[in-house]
């Protein structure tokens, strides 16, 4: 510009047309409606909400094409115009944020359908929003949201200070902001809430006057019908600020700093350690799980438990150690961690005790076939055949807990071998009785008794078999018998007192049974 105000043709046409668009932005006024002490400045002019609210954040020290309305200490402002409405709020700084910085962020976030974040550089994209000043202005309008509005939709427009918006570059701001929005829900888990459940993104390039009314268009259309949607009356803009800056105060989510954007993140790293290391802790456990309902024990249980309990706690504290040093996140560390150990530690008492379960049904099972294998007639030799069984049995079984002890969470073998120990003594005592000692006693008993004599010459042998009842006096209270064999020939001799029993008087036709009843039985071999 020259002395008497006229473009000099030499400027670069798109530069002329840039300036002339900030300098008629710059001049339009702004009425502030919160200051730098963040209260809110009466009277607020009489504007409807009926055609949608949208608001323009500016970063502070970034030239701007967009309106911006500022005024002297403003922190919220409102730029009237015919057409539109618009309300500008001033963006976060990598300083330390004031509460009028944060009620300012909040209220925009809660009062607006549309809201435009603009100068995002090209410095910005390379560092990453993660950690820039955009990712503290993003951080308090996604913590209003999240805190106090979960029902209605909003547009969120972000303005890149660049030529061309690619689609890689759309994917990489996209997944960043996500993060972010991501990083504050852990804030409050309670609640399962997507970015895309409450915004709709688009990613537009701001670098001229004509990109600016494109873009400032687009949103007037876009408020009035997400307006029309939300149904909110015709209420007013003074009534709408009034109601939200009192909801936000005492609701206290503006008292949260908004700290360096490293706590969005640390938030989000502890959360994806912690899925990340649960989700090898359940892998591991599940392939462990499957050997021992097989019945069998995981070879070096204890030294491997001890292991993955080092590996996966040790990982998480490196994952989300840049979060260590930040106040906020601290505590959610710990409880991330604290969940993460219960989870490991449970799964792992679960499994030494039901491998112990196992190595027991599994030392009985071979201790018991053992004694069935040794089982003689001879007392002496099986008492001291038992004797060594039960400590082979012993020392197996202890061997076996050697393996399968974790110190760190205080399993150890000492309670179970002594159980064992007295499991053993009990099988022992109860081992003659039990059916398996009795069916090999009866099969021995049978092999001995069918054995048949090999065929010699012809024989003709000869037995005698006495059979005889004695039957004194009473009412069957008394009976018993009594064999011999010898040879060939053998006796049998009974005793029942069963003479004056009604029943037996009845079966002999009323008259008393003979007192010795006796029945010889000749038995004849004879062998061709």
Same mark, same amino acid.
């Given at each position: /510009? %020259? =002395? #008497? *105000? $006229? @473009? +000099?043709?030499?400027?670069?046409?798109?530069?002329?047309?840039?300036?002339?668009? !900030?300098?008629?932005?710059?001049?339009?006024?702004?009425?502030?409606? /919160? %200051? =730098? #002490? *963040? $209260? @809110? +400045?009466?009277?607020?002019?009489?504007?409807?909400?009926?055609?949608?609210?949208? !608001?323009?954040?500016?970063?502070?020290?970034?030239?701007?094409?967009?309106? %911006?309305?500022?005024?002297?200490?403003?922190?919220?402002?409102?730029?009237?115009?015919?057409?539109?409405?618009?309300?500008?709020?001033?963006?976060?700084?990598?300083?330390?944020?004031?509460?009028?910085?944060?009620?300012?962020?909040?209220?925009?976030?809660?009062?607006?359908?549309?809201?435009?974040?603009?100068?995002?550089?090209?410095?910005?994209?390379?560092?990453?929003?993660?950690?820039?000043?955009?990712?503290?202005?993003?951080?308090?309008?996604?913590?209003?949201?999240?805190?106090?509005?979960?029902?209605?939709?909003?547009?969120?427009?972000?303005?890149?200070?660049?030529?061309?918006?690619?689609?890689?570059?759309?994917?990489?701001?996209?997944?960043?902001?996500?993060?972010?929005?991501?990083?504050?829900?852990?804030?409050?888990?309670?609640?399962?809430?997507?970015?895309?459940?409450?915004?709709?993104?688009?990613?537009?390039?701001?670098?001229?006057?004509?990109?600016?009314?494109?873009?400032?268009?687009?949103?007037?259309?876009?408020?009035?019908?997400?307006?029309?949607?939300?149904?909110?009356?015709?209420?007013?803009?003074?009534?709408?600020?009034?109601?939200?800056?009192?909801?936000?105060?005492?609701?206290?989510?503006?008292?949260?700093?908004?700290?360096?954007?490293?706590?969005?993140?640390?938030?989000?790293?502890?959360?994806?350690?912690?899925?990340?290391?649960?989700?090898?802790?359940?892998?591991?456990?599940?392939?462990?799980?499957?050997?021992?309902?097989?019945?069998?024990?995981?070879?070096?249980?204890?030294?491997?438990?001890?292991?993955?309990?080092?590996?996966?706690?040790?990982?998480?504290?490196?994952?989300?150690?840049?979060?260590?040093?930040?106040?906020?996140?601290?505590?959610?560390?710990?409880?991330?961690?604290?969940?993460?150990?219960?989870?490991?530690?449970?799964?792992?008492?679960?499994?030494?005790?039901?491998?112990?379960?196992?190595?027991?049904?599994?030392?009985?099972?071979?201790?018991?076939?053992?004694?069935?294998?040794?089982?003689?007639?001879?007392?002496?030799?099986?008492?001291?055949?038992?004797?060594?069984?039960?400590?082979?049995?012993?020392?197996?079984?202890?061997?076996?807990?050697?393996?399968?002890?974790?110190?760190?969470?205080?399993?150890?073998?000492?309670?179970?071998?002594?159980?064992?120990?007295?499991?053993?003594?009990?099988?022992?005592?109860?081992?003659?009785?039990?059916?398996?000692?009795?069916?090999?006693?009866?099969?021995?008993?049978?092999?001995?008794?069918?054995?048949?004599?090999?065929?010699?010459?012809?024989?003709?042998?000869?037995?005698?078999?006495?059979?005889?009842?004695?039957?004194?006096?009473?009412?069957?209270?008394?009976?018993?018998?009594?064999?011999?064999?010898?040879?060939?020939?053998?006796?049998?001799?009974?005793?029942?007192?069963?003479?004056?029993?009604?029943?037996?008087?009845?079966?002999?036709?009323?008259?008393?049974?003979?007192?010795?009843?006796?029945?010889?039985?000749?038995?004849?071999?004879?062998?061709?």
């Amino acid at each position: /510009l %020259d =002395s #008497s *105000g $006229k @473009i +000099q043709q030499t400027m670069n046409l798109r530069l002329a047309a840039t300036l002339l668009f !900030s300098l008629f932005a710059a001049s339009e006024a702004g009425t502030t409606l /919160l %200051d =730098s #002490s *963040g $209260k @809110i +400045q009466h009277p607020i002019p009489r504007v409807s909400t009926s055609s949608g609210i949208v !608001s323009i954040i500016n970063s502070p020290g970034t030239p701007s094409i967009l309106p %911006d309305g500022d005024t002297d200490g403003s922190y919220l402002s409102l730029l009237e115009d015919e057409a539109r409405p618009l309300l500008c709020c001033r963006g976060s700084t990598m300083n330390t944020s004031s509460a009028a910085e944060r009620l300012s962020l909040c209220t925009t976030s809660l009062v607006s359908n549309v809201v435009i974040v603009d100068g995002i550089t090209d410095g910005d994209l390379e560092r990453g929003l993660r950690d820039s000043r955009h990712c503290r202005t993003l951080t308090a309008l996604f913590r209003a949201r999240h805190f106090l509005d979960r029902e209605s939709r909003q547009t969120l427009f972000v303005g890149l200070s660049i030529d061309e918006v690619t689609e890689d570059t759309t994917k990489k701001v996209t997944e960043e902001i996500d993060d972010i929005f991501r990083a504050v829900a852990e804030e409050n888990p309670g609640e399962n809430i997507s970015f895309t459940d409450l915004y709709d993104l688009k990613i537009v390039a701001i670098q001229s006057p004509g990109n600016a009314e494109e873009v400032l268009s687009e949103a007037t259309k876009t408020a009035k019908s997400l307006a029309a949607d939300n149904d909110t009356g015709d209420l007013l803009l003074a009534t709408l600020i009034s109601e939200t800056y009192s909801k936000i105060q005492n609701s206290g989510v503006s008292t949260q700093a908004l700290d360096s954007p490293a706590v969005a993140q640390g938030f989000l790293s502890c959360r994806e350690a912690y899925a990340k290391h649960a989700k090898a802790v359940r892998a591991k456990i599940a392939s462990w799980k499957a050997r021992i309902s097989r019945g069998l024990v995981v070879d070096g249980f204890g030294e491997q438990a001890e292991a993955l309990l080092k590996r996966v706690l040790g990982g998480l504290d490196a994952d989300t150690l840049a979060a260590s040093g930040l106040s906020i996140v601290s505590g959610y560390r710990l409880e991330v961690r604290t969940q993460l150990q219960a989870l490991l530690e449970s799964s792992l008492e679960e499994l030494f005790d039901d491998q112990v379960a196992n190595l027991e049904k599994s030392t009985l099972k071979k201790f018991s076939r053992q004694l069935l294998n040794q089982q003689t007639s001879k007392m002496e030799s099986s008492v001291d055949e038992n004797a060594a069984a039960t400590r082979n049995a012993a020392f197996a079984f202890e061997s076996g807990m050697d393996s399968l002890e974790i110190p760190s969470l205080g399993l150890i073998k000492d309670k179970y071998v002594r159980e064992m120990s007295a499991k053993l003594s009990e099988t022992l005592a109860k081992f003659p009785d039990s059916p398996e000692s009795k069916l090999k006693q009866l099969a021995a008993i049978k092999s001995t008794t069918s054995k048949e004599r090999k065929p010699t010459e012809r024989s003709v042998d000869l037995g005698l078999d006495l059979v005889a009842m004695i039957r004194p006096d009473g009412f069957g209270s008394l009976q018993g018998y009594a064999g011999y064999q010898m040879g060939g020939s053998s006796i049998t001799v009974g005793i029942q007192n069963d003479a004056d029993d009604p029943q037996v008087l009845a079966q002999m036709g009323g008259v008393r049974p003979p007192l010795i009843r006796v029945q010889p039985k000749l038995r004849v071999d004879v062998e061709l």
